[in-house]
């Protein structure tokens, strides 16, 4: 809401339809929550299932067919709780470097058979050709 109270609305269904036909191989499931956003580009891959955020009758968010969102909530849970404890605050210009770093830290994790060295070395591949700069300042030395 604005000062004045009122609302404004974005639509944004393009721009999730560019993000998953440019990352998501057409040819497998999608698997997402019950939103609308993901009606209509769930038709151009070779399925589309869904996950009620509500309890069912075995006790577990699981779809029909046994498909679940967990992997995707729990990898935003870590995300949300660090910014929450560790990080404090992330201004929206950095925001995507954060994500690229949980991104690397759950890509690189042991439980993918990743070694402490493993991923050391994998995270210094990562800053080949990228010397930290300053921009000077406006300031006179005297």
Not at 26 to 49: I, N
Request: a positive charge; charged letters at 25%.
């Amino acid at each position: 809401m604005d000062p004045k109270g009122r609302t404004q609305v974005f639509h944004v269904k393009p721009t999730v339809r560019k993000i998953l036909v440019t990352n998501a191989d057409r040819k497998s499931e999608l698997h997402t929550d019950e939103s609308g956003l993901y009606v209509e580009v769930g038709k151009e891959f070779a399925a589309h299932k869904t996950v009620k955020h509500g309890w069912n009758q075995s006790g577990h968010y699981v779809g029909k067919d046994g498909q679940t969102t967990n992997a995707v909530e729990n990898f935003f849970g870590n995300f949300k709780r660090s910014m929450k404890g560790t990080y404090r605050f992330c201004g929206e210009q950095h925001l995507q470097r954060y994500l690229n770093e949980f991104a690397f830290r759950h890509n690189h994790r042991t439980k993918l058979g990743f070694t402490d060295g493993e991923r050391t070395a994998a995270a210094l591949k990562g800053i080949e050709g990228k010397r930290p700069t300053y921009r000077p300042t406006n300031e006179q030395v005297v």
